[in-house]
């Protein structure tokens, strides 16, 4: 007989997800809320821990053509002292892949192209979760799918999260991240490096993410919610390239995002049929860059879990038993490198933080 999973979100880890699901046999259906599918954000950073899942699923030369793969890793002061250099040209083969940049909504296409025609139900909003010998998901057009599994996918604000285990308390603090984009010929910017300039008042990195294209991502404490007045704060960093890339970026690409986790972390995450995957399950700041690469990793244990093991309730069970374990030491780092007055005001004594971290959570299950 057929096993029919249902996934709600067609975000990075809900397309992933059926990629895995519908090669091990799983009929899949993914229920997307908007009418068409939207992809907050402008690039992405994944590391080889989510380059290596997206190998797995058979999409690594396909990943390969819209990405850039980077070299290193530069560290800058506001002031544009090079405070550090991470050479990165052996990772491909000691970690089997390398550090890379990709845009969002490229990478959204090519996951969408790897499934088959007529698997996404666009304009989906899920309202409610019913859970008996199977699961039964609600929809806000009068619609009502059945499955053998239900995965939420359907991130930070999740309706199959909050249907089985009620609301969370979110993280309160104000914090937000700006993100634009420019053109790698606009500015006098190394096309093979990701770049990070820390300052007393803030920190912006950038790196390419293919086709002559880049992004930035800038926070910094108490930062102003007027785009005018942000470009202006980062311009002012002379010295660095930064003021060079904020000329250069395309003001219509420039976007304001809140940033958020759990107060606690959720201690289960599938109760019967139903889990859940990225965001909705450990939602994160981006202190890390591992957002995307965590999620592309809940979706290899949980197709791990699912293939190992026929009774669906047991895996599941098996695989949040693995993932939070792996994923709770990432949260904290990644709220971590928001505790600014720790990290900002770097000197060539110091190491980049958010390799330090990286060493010590990501790289130790990358060897």
């Not at 990629?19 to 009418?35: F, H, M, N, P």
């Not at 290193?72 to 089997?96: A, C, F, H, M, P």
């Not at 929809?139 to 995965?151: K, M, Q, R, V, Y």
Request: proline share 3%; charged share 25%.
């Amino acid at each position: 007989m057929t096993k029919r999973a249902i996934i709600c979100g067609a975000g990075i880890g809900g397309l992933a997800t059926g990629i895995c699901l519908s090669r091990a046999g799983w009929q899949v259906t993914i229920y997307e809320k908007d009418t068409e599918i939207r992809t907050a954000g402008a690039g992405l950073n994944l590391w080889p821990n989510g380059v290596r899942v997206l190998k797995e699923l058979g999409l690594g030369s396909q990943y390969e053509e819209i990405s850039c793969s980077l070299d290193y890793y530069k560290t800058y002061s506001s002031s544009g002292e090079l405070v550090s250099i991470e050479d990165l040209r052996n990772w491909r083969e000691r970690y089997g892949a390398a550090l890379s940049g990709v845009y969002r909504r490229d990478l959204s296409r090519l996951l969408q192209g790897a499934l088959e025609n007529g698997s996404i139900r666009l304009g989906h909003e899920i309202t409610a979760v019913e859970r008996g010998d199977g699961v039964l998901c609600r929809f806000a057009n009068g619609e009502t799918a059945e499955g053998d599994l239900l995965i939420g996918a359907d991130g930070i604000g999740s309706v199959v999260r909050t249907s089985v285990f009620g609301p969370q308390e979110f993280s309160a603090g104000g914090l937000v991240r700006w993100r634009g984009l420019f053109n790698l010929d606009d500015v006098d910017a190394d096309p093979l490096a990701e770049v990070e300039v820390w300052g007393a008042d803030g920190h912006l990195g950038y790196l390419p993410i293919g086709n002559g294209r880049a992004y930035w991502f800038a926070a910094a404490a108490g930062m102003a919610n007027d785009t005018d007045e942000v470009l202006a704060h980062f311009s002012k960093w002379l010295g660095s390239p930064v003021p060079g890339l904020i000329a250069a970026t395309d003001r219509s690409t420039v976007i304001r995002s809140e940033l958020t986790d759990f107060t606690s972390p959720l201690k289960n995450w599938s109760r019967g049929r139903v889990t859940l995957v990225g965001d909705a399950a450990h939602p994160m700041l981006p202190g890390m860059a591992q957002g995307a690469n965590q999620a592309l990793e809940d979706v290899k244990a949980l197709g791990n879990a699912l293939a190992s093991c026929e009774d669906v309730e047991k895996a599941l069970v098996s695989y949040e038993q693995v993932r939070i374990a792996e994923v709770a030491p990432v949260v904290r780092f990644s709220r971590s490198l928001f505790d600014f007055d720790d990290q900002y005001g770097l000197t060539k004594s110091d190491s980049n933080p958010l390799f330090e971290r990286y060493d010590r959570i990501v790289e130790r299950r990358n060897g």
